[in-house]
């Protein structure tokens, strides 16, 4: 996988929210209302996550854009 291609997974995982989810599902599995309790986070917002997380950023996605972060050009 070429640099470019790496960078887009990794921001893919960059938002605080999403590597927290990946964090607590490395564990094993659970339902978004587990992850939104144990997270402080609305479950809108925890699918929000997942729907970003699980683009498929290394095959040319793009790459979502944090909440509450500036959109930056490409």
Same mark, same amino acid.
């Given at each position: 996988?070429?640099?470019?291609?790496?960078?887009?997974?990794?921001?893919? @995982?960059? !938002? /605080?929210?999403? @590597?927290? &989810?990946?964090? %607590? @599902? *490395?564990?094993? !599995?659970? #339902? /978004?209302?587990? %992850?939104?309790?144990? @997270?402080? %986070? /609305?479950?809108?917002? &925890? #699918?929000?996550?997942? *729907?970003?997380?699980?683009? /498929?950023?290394?095959?040319?996605? *793009?790459?979502?854009?944090? &909440?509450?972060?500036?959109?930056?050009?490409?």
């Amino acid at each position: 996988m070429d640099v470019s291609k790496r960078a887009r997974v990794h921001a893919a @995982l960059g !938002d /605080p929210g999403r @590597l927290a &989810i990946v964090d %607590l @599902l *490395t564990a094993g !599995d659970a #339902a /978004p209302g587990e %992850l939104g309790a144990a @997270l402080g %986070l /609305p479950t809108n917002l &925890i #699918a929000h996550h997942v *729907t970003c997380s699980s683009r /498929p950023v290394w095959s040319g996605g *793009t790459v979502p854009t944090p &909440i509450g972060a500036e959109p930056t050009s490409s």
